[in-house]
């Protein structure tokens, strides 16, 4: 049977046990701590030698070495090696094994660090130039360095998103940002006001360190302990409802989170951490329960949030409860950049939230046969509507096909009447053009001194004098007969002309008495004996063969009948131009002014007097 010393893994004494069938399983501590050496035989300890953490069999006794320098690791002699320090929070002088890990004071009951305070002391010991800094995690909001005594000349470390604080009996003194320091007079002016700094660079000077992780601390977890009554608006039932989250939480006043909520504790974090005696979740868990609790459900109902819809609602409540939030953190010296309701507990086996699934179910439901009945509404009027534009366009299409019919008919109708017109024109012109033509070579004759009447009696004179001239060779001849022949073919070719003067006819009667003188009976005809009269000059007309000056109604060159005049009314416009032939004005082109229609009128038939559009003798139309 074997003898091993068992360290107690309550308070970190040794106790003395032995192996063996027959050796005791537990051993009473001093401490009043029960050892069982069945489960506690494990132990984790810092190697005398070597300094690394390792973990052994206790029951092993002096045989257990460390299984990185092979160095004993639990003898007796080893574990009766103490260490002397002072407590962290009374000051008195206190004596343990220089493997313990922590010490509990007797005198006011603090949890000493062992190897911290034996690092303190050792530096205070050697009088040494320290390097204060804080390397440790990232959860921590304020961590307090545990050396108090601080060497003159030593290097105060700060590093980014971090602040140092420097502490003199209770009151915040200087404060530094990141960078690297050398305690000196002149870098630490409100401390050397505070009470004189030695003057050798030996001396020590005691203060309090704290730096502050001023980092955002991400994902921190929150919950309602109790459920929160809420009164459902529509129903009026009254449902029991959690919520839980997270929230992102940063120090924003350092000084105020120090002087109100840390005070001379080691330092604060989220949740309860070694060495630290407060935590930020314990701390503020009654601030974010009544807030919530008071807050939460005026949140849904001011919103109008639905219970069952409040998965897709969960930003507006979490804007609304954070800024309910921010003003009882910000007294401490702490701020909340974001905040997450990330679940809201509904209770889904209450009998009066199945109702309220239930009506929203017919609510549902009702709003589908609303928008589907809308949806048929909606679609029945725009097929009425297409049906309406369709049938209107075609009546468009219709009408518009009609209207360019009756444009194309007018159309036509107005060039045919166009077309007349020019023709009447042409007409009226072609006949003043001849009736111009006459009046100019009257004109001339009449400048010249004669008239067309000298002329014609010039011709007949002419062709009177051929006459007698062709009659002497005959009468010398002895022909009675050939005379008479002659005189009749003369007579007849001026009667074709109708212009044989007076003079002619008397001529022929001279000639018809000399043949009663002589007892010689002769024939003559009427229209010898009667010349025609000579017709008016004025009623000369040229033929379309070239042959002008025509008297009569058929052209004596080519034998054309003489054209119809066209008897056309004349008028007289209103720019002074007068007797103008045709519908517009030949000078200002100015329309002939329609005649007045007189309400009666007479038929061909004889009715006169007629005041409606038919005769009433015959049945004629008007205008026929």
């Known amino acids: 049977m074997a003898k091993f010393a068992i ?74 090696k103490v260490e002397e320090f002072s407590c962290a929070q009374c000051g008195v002088r206190l004596m343990t094994t220089r493997s313990a890990s922590t010490y509990v004071c007797p005198v006011c009951d603090y949890m000493n660090d062992v190897q911290e305070r034996l690092t303190s002391e050792k530096i205070k010991r050697d009088g040494l130039a320290s390097v204060i800094k804080y390397e440790g995690d990232n959860n921590t909001f304020i961590w307090k360095h545990p050396i108090e005594d601080f060497n003159y000349g030593s290097q105060l470390i700060v590093h980014e998103s971090q602040e140092a604080i420097f502490f003199k009996d209770g009151q915040a003194l200087d404060l530094f940002g990141p960078g690297r320091y050398t305690l000196e007079t002149q870098q630490l002016p409100l401390l050397e006001k505070t009470y004189q700094l030695p003057t050798d660079t030996e001396g020590t000077f005691h203060s309090e360190v704290y730096f502050i992780n001023k980092t955002v601390q991400m994902a921190i977890k929150w919950g309602t302990p109790d459920k929160v009554r809420f009164i459902d608006p529509l129903t009026g039932t009254p449902l029991q409802i959690g919520a839980s989250g997270e929230l992102n939480l940063q120090v924003s006043n350092s000084r105020k989170l120090l002087i109100k909520l840390v005070g001379t504790t080691k330092g604060i974090a989220w949740e309860e951490g070694p060495g630290l005696t407060k935590s930020i979740q314990n701390s503020f868990r009654p601030l974010i329960s009544s807030t919530l609790k008071t807050n939460l459900s005026s949140v849904i109902t001011n919103e109008a949030i639905d219970l069952l819809e409040i ?59 609303q928008a589907e009945a809308t949806v048929r509404t909606a679609k029945a009027q725009s097929e009425t509507i297409y049906r309406t534009a369709e049938e209107q366009s075609k009546a468009a299409i219709e009408a518009a096909h009609r209207a360019a019919v009756l444009e194309q008919q007018t159309t036509e109708t107005e060039i045919a009447k166009r077309e007349a017109e020019r023709r009447v024109i042409e007409a009226q012109a072609e006949a003043q053009a001849a009736r111009m033509q006459g009046l100019t070579e009257a004109e001339i004759m009449a400048a010249k001194g004669y008239s067309q009447k000298d002329v014609l009696t010039a011709e007949v004179q002419k062709a009177y004098a051929e006459g007698i001239g062709n009659m002497g060779p005959a009468i010398s001849a002895g022909g009675g007969s050939s005379i008479v022949g002659d005189m009749m073919g003369l007579g007849v070719g001026l009667a074709a002309a109708s212009a044989i003067s007076p003079q002619i006819g008397q001529m022929m009667n001279n000639f018809g008495n000399m043949g009663q003188g002589n007892n010689q009976q002769m024939s003559v005809p009427a229209y010898i004996t009667n010349p025609v009269q000579p017709q008016n000059m004025a009623e000369a007309w040229d033929c379309a063969c070239g042959h002008k000056g025509i008297i009569g109604n058929f052209c004596n060159n080519c034998g054309a009948k003489k054209p119809m005049l066209v008897q056309t009314d004349t008028w007289d416009c209103s720019c002074g131009q ?47």
């Not at 029951?59 to 574990?79: H, R, S």
């Not at 004005?585 to 007045?596: D, I, Q, S, T």
Request: proline share 5%.
């Open 311 to 369: 998965d897709s609602k969960l930003d507006i409540i979490s804007t609304n409860l954070r800024e309910k939030l921010i003003p009882g953190f910000e007294e401490y010296g702490l701020t909340i950049p974001q905040f997450y309701v990330t679940n809201i507990v509904l209770p889904e086996d209450d009998p009066n939230f199945k109702r309220i699934k239930e009506l929203h179910t017919i609510t549902l439901q009702t709003r589908m046969l």
């Open 7 to 80: 360290e107690c893994p309550v308070c970190g004494k040794y106790a003395e046990a032995k192996t063996g069938f027959f050796a005791k399983k537990k051993i009473d501590c001093s401490c009043g701590n029960v050892i069982n050496i069945r489960t506690d035989k494990l132990a984790s300890r810092e190697c005398p030698h070597c300094g690394n953490q390792v973990v052994f069999d206790q029951t092993k006794g002096a045989d257990a070495v460390c299984p990185i320098c092979n160095g004993k690791i639990n003898t007796m002699a080893e574990q009766q």
């Open 578 to 624: 007068t007797g103008v032939i045709g519908n517009f004005c030949n000078n200002c082109g100015a329309k002939r002014p329609m005649p007045v229609v007189s309400d009666t009128w007479n038929c061909a038939c004889g009715q006169s007097g007629i005041t409606g559009n038919f005769c009433s003798n015959c049945g004629a139309k008007r205008g026929e």
